[in-house]
Nanobody, 121 residues
């Protein structure tokens, strides 16, 4: 079975930075697409960034230039470096995985972590 565990969330002032981590286990990590998603209260879950096995990344327009997704295949970890954080970035952040990075729709991802809360004040 696939397990994903996120960490690194917290409370930060606007303009600050945070780095989220997601440790994966239970499958061949290096061949899968990994993504970060977020869900704010009262809103639908949305894609933030995805990265494929070659390190190619795609970002939501709202985070381009501020967030960076990366993978460490040797450690089975995917990171989300978040900078210049805004109040509107406040949400529960989830990592997820699927076979190929052909979609950033949450509905396309089958395996999810429990999430880590990010609050920007």
């Amino acid at each position: 079975d696939v397990q994903l565990v996120e960490s690194g969330g917290g409370t930060v002032q606007a303009g600050g930075s945070l780095r989220l981590s997601c440790v994966s286990s239970g499958y061949t990590y290096s061949t899968d697409c990994m993504g970060w998603f977020r869900q704010a209260p009262g809103k639908e879950r949305e894609g933030v960034a995805v990265v494929d096995s070659d390190g190619n990344a795609v970002y939501a327009d709202s985070v381009k230039g501020r967030f960076t997704i990366s993978k460490d295949n040797a450690k089975n970890i995917v990171y989300l470096q978040m900078s210049s954080l805004k109040v509107e970035d406040t949400a529960m952040y989830y990592c997820a995985t699927r076979r190929y990075c052909t979609s950033m729709s949450p509905a396309a991802f089958g395996y999810w972590g429990q999430g880590t809360q990010v609050t920007v004040s």
